[in-house]
DNA sequence: GAATAATCGAGACGGTACGTCCTGTCTTCAA
DNA sequence: TTGAAGACAGGACGTACCGTCTCGATTATTC
């Protein structure tokens, strides 16, 4: 169901994704988003120019499949865990988060930038990067206030803002995004 | 006393720089900063190409100099209104703010992006765009603190980084940055 | 057998060869070889002016094959020709170059003003100008001797220096380099 | 008489001239002309770029006098000697040209490299280097036919061109000009 | 002695050209 | 049809020069 259907011609080879978005992955982090061209991609992955531009139609676009493939799923992870208080939950799901930034905050830096010039990206990535998180901070939030954890007069939209926000303040900032942080976040939105 | 002395050599051109710096605005304003190139600004300034390059050593260099020259002083404007609440106060301030980035906001943008992938330059604008900002709001948080309108227990560092983080994310996100922004970040820090 | 083989990639375009070569030697005849600039060869090939760099390295290259395509081939021509005496077959070959030059004079001067800054250019210049011309003469010579039309005495090496230098000093010096010098020459050579 | 009147105003340094000619003789004769700015011979001459200006008005002027300022004046040095015999005397001056040429022959090539692209400077450098050579060659020649030294069938007129005409043929070919060369030339024009 | 005027060091300016790099498209051959 | 290879149009980059100009400072001559 998912495979499409095939009629004639050579077909893709299978491995040239993977080596062109770890050949990505590996020039990005070690060179910076704007650094790395595409012709550079394609000849760290041992590829043909063409070839990337038969899959992905932007820079942008192959990056950010490129960043999210292998970590873009635990976000589908548990965050329920009836067993921790929601503060702590909060505190676990943001290391989990900020632990991924500190391979790839380079490049998802360089995808937030590439963001503001491109507005079809930014969609991408929004859907892609921030509204996955920032439903699991309001549910978890709201189980807070059902649970009595978390005043019923606080706006959990905004302090969901509140908490993305800072962190990526901390990340486009170069300040550091760590377990620190992630304690100190968690502390002040349950501070009442 | 302010004036760098003048050692030799032609003087560089006053109306120059003040011609430059307003083609940049507007070109960045129409076009967005990575659809402008140095030699349109030189163009549209009636100068030199290498005129530019005597002066600013990036293209981010010249936009951030552009884009805070003329609003870079009113983050001086006394903050401090006796007859008003530090909740009323912060809310000025961040419509303040805003009202700015409803002009720069898009060179704005683009000179946080620009700042991901050039240390130097991020440093530069943390100078003159972040921490003036933040120094103003974590007064304004104390003197709540000192007046008793903010609690003792919450953490005035973080919540700058809650407020700036809050319009930082919805900047970027191409959320909207005006006046219902500031009151609901305003309401949620003073919210108990 | 003369064809280069064709290793992969969209093969060069003739036509463009074709229409640079036409556009570079209208351009150097009319402004001079200094005056032209390699953009304003690209542009008046209708061509991108990275095409131009892909095929030649330098200015001088693309002058020099520019230049010789279409009239280097009269070198081959056969000199010898029994119904004329020795000293008519070098009048006659003189007045056959100088026409030559009639039409290409100027680029030929710039080449060989090129030529003084670039010993790679000198190489290929004398490989391709100067060299075939030499042997020409010289065969021509050692035949006049041998035929007892020219004494045994007589250096050819040097003759043919005394015949190359002798146009090279008009052409450089602006002299007219015509039919009265061609035979003025071979006069002077057939003298005694 | 030379002195030109001085009315008022600072005037010319007098080593000024000296340091930019020397400076100029050595950085064309270690980089070649081409490869030399006038911005780089007046830092190597310590003085300021306009100081050049205000001297001459182009570069190939400056080498020019450059050049010949030194060793110009030999021309005019007698070359009448009745001990030798013509043909010794020819081989005498050329060698003195030679030698030289052996110091200057890089600028001196680079000199009529610029006069190919610069109707003005060729006649200067004409005057100053072509027509001397040539006047004194011609009364060599012509004393030869008094003296029966030289048959009065030549055209001393030709064979002066021959006499150049080899040694520039060499020169801007990249061949030796030596001592070999001058003995070579005479012989030849001597010949019969 | 003061005014005048040309020169000098320094360096900005308008301009032209350079050679490199990159993007996205196209065109060939081979699989 | 895809892939490898690479040419092509287009455009931006940063650098290097050129010749001109504008400063302040200096150094003569002339008044």
Request: hydrophobic fraction near 45%; include cysteine.
């Amino acid at each position: 169901m998912s495979e499409e259907k095939h009629s004639g011609g050579r077909p893709r080879d299978a491995d040239a994704a993977a080596s062109i978005k770890a050949a990505t992955l590996k020039l990005v982090r070690e060179r910076g988003y704007n650094k790395v061209s595409i012709a550079a991609i394609a000849s760290a992955a041992g590829v043909a120019r063409q070839t990337l531009y038969n899959r992905w139609s932007t820079k942008a676009d192959l990056v950010l499949e490129a960043v999210f493939e292998e970590t873009g799923h635990y976000a589908d992870a548990p965050l329920h865990n009836p067993n921790k208080s929601c503060k702590l939950q909060l505190e676990a799901f943001l290391i989990q988060v900020f632990t991924h930034l500190k391979e790839s905050g380079s490049p998802i830096r360089s995808l937030i930038a590439a963001a503001q010039d491109d507005p079809a990206f930014r969609e991408a990535l929004r859907e892609r990067f921030v509204k996955p998180r920032e439903v699991l901070v309001i549910d978890l939030l709201q189980r807070a206030q059902d649970q009595g954890e978390l005043s019923r007069t606080r706006d959990v939209k905004m302090l969901s803002n509140f908490i993305h926000g800072a962190f990526w303040y901390a990340l486009l900032n170069g300040e550091p995004v760590d377990a620190r942080l992630a304690r100190d976040i968690a502390n002040e939105i349950f501070v009442a």
